[in-house]
């Protein structure tokens, strides 16, 4: 197979990326008032203006005929057909499934899973009710009021990014807290405040093994049962999303309440399953529903959409050329709308997971950079810190700026300073302040010429700096998933075009597995050490702290 970085539409694509050299998007913008109407699309509700990136048409039709001969269209059309693309473990990648409402059958292995998915859904469904109606009651009878989600990795941060993102939407008589991290501290200080009389307890662990979650809910178990309860009334107060459901079973939970996993649901894909439960409880049901069907909306949208008019498409492309013919090692996103805050770290696992990969699917190591760092934080928090370093750093940092036009309970004064910083930072980024600006501002101001010209050079900004402008309506139940699929969608195109499997992630099993072997290690004090010297130092500073 030629490599991918000696094909002609890469060579194509260098060539014009090296033709750029002294052309600034500030003069684009003035040479062409129809830019920002041609380099801005539209779907699902969201509007991506893509104008202000380091393009023209011609590198547009470059990096359409990239897409086209890495035969993106093809590999997602299997994706969506349930084949088996997840090749490094013999799996099917159908997370879409989970939010098909066409009514048409979706197989795997010569069976349609959608009547089990369905069935999920409507499961789902009744127990959001019996909990929000009251009729599901603790063990002294008293209805639940508060609801610990237990996960780890996309069983944790996808429930809880989707559930604060849609804070106007919570349903108020039931309050979420979330736990992930095995440090102590954390499911502590939850538990801390609650009553277990009223408490259900939501364990979220495809294998019913996964470290952290099962250590949080053990201690979950030890603190219902002081309180007094019983291990026949833990079937009353905790539930699990799993498909080991003997494990489930043995710890006392009610068979009804376990809601089953699939091996062709990634962890970092897996809200759109029953993981999205603590969502479903949070929200309301109609309201969960209404997130899934704007991710089918976008998923008709990726499969449909010229690639043109393709938000997926359009961004995945977007980040290949900065990534690869730019030297970009990280990528920004810049939600300007508080409740949106957790995002970057949602998008970062989703990305990094994906595509942190140097293998490509022939088994031969690549030659290129692969997915790059996802970072970032909620405007205008960002622009008082790190906007810094993308304004007048020497390392090229893509960014998503993200914006609702409109929010609940708007005061029109604090939206409009928001946004108006929101598309300031674009504005800036792009067209930057030049020397001759920077001087002219300091005339009148009392400086010696040399003390002016020292000044306005540090003053100087470059611009041509790159960035997307999405915007929607609002952020509800609807966009949201959309905008989820979106940036799953541009994960895969990039993937696609890489050569890599999106879909595995040896790198987590490989910390997880050294985990455990060191972990028997530090509960047996007479183990002997047979690691690297620094890890057997670690670990013997850890036994003689804890003698």
Known sequence: MTSLTQTDNWQQLQSLAQGLNGQHMRDWFKQDDTRAQRYTSQACGI?????????????????????????????????????????????????????????????????????????TQDKIKAFVERIHSGSHKGYTGKAI???VSIGIGGSFLGPKIMFEALKPYWYQDIKLHFVANVDGCHIQDVLAGLDHEDTLIVMSSKSFTTQETLQNTLTAKAWFLQAGGTQQDIAKHFICVSSNIKAAVDFGMDEDNIFPMWDWV??????????GLPIALGLGYENYRQLLEGAYEMDRHFVEAPAEQNLPMLMGLLGIWYTNFFAAQSHVLLPYYHYLRGFPAYVQQL????NGKSVAGDAEQVDYATGPVIWGSEGTNGQHSFHQLIHQGQVLIPADFMLPLNVPNQDDTHHAMLASNCFGQTQALMQGKTYDEAYAELEGKGLSEEKRHALATHKTMPGNKPSNTLLFSQLDPKTLGSLVALYEHKVFVQGAIWGVNSFDQWGVELGKVLGNNILAKLTDRDAALDFDASTNALISRFRAANQ
Not at 70 to 90: C, L, P
């Open 351 to 354: 990305d990094m997971e994906s």
């Open 266 to 275: 990634g962890g970092r894909y897996s809200l759109w399953s029953a993981i």
């Open 145 to 147: 009021k508060h609801i």
């Open 47 to 119: 509007e991506l203006d893509y104008s202000k990136n380091l393009i023209n048409d011609e590198i547009l039709a470059a990096l359409y005929g990239l897409a086209e001969a890495r035969q993106v269209s093809a590999k997602r059309d299997a994706m969506f057909a349930g084949d088996i693309i997840n090749h490094t473990e013999g799996r099917a990648v159908l997370h879409t499934a989970l939010r098909n409402f066409s009514g048409q059958p979706v197989l795997v292995d010569g069976q349609d899973v959608m009547p089990e998915v369905l069935a």
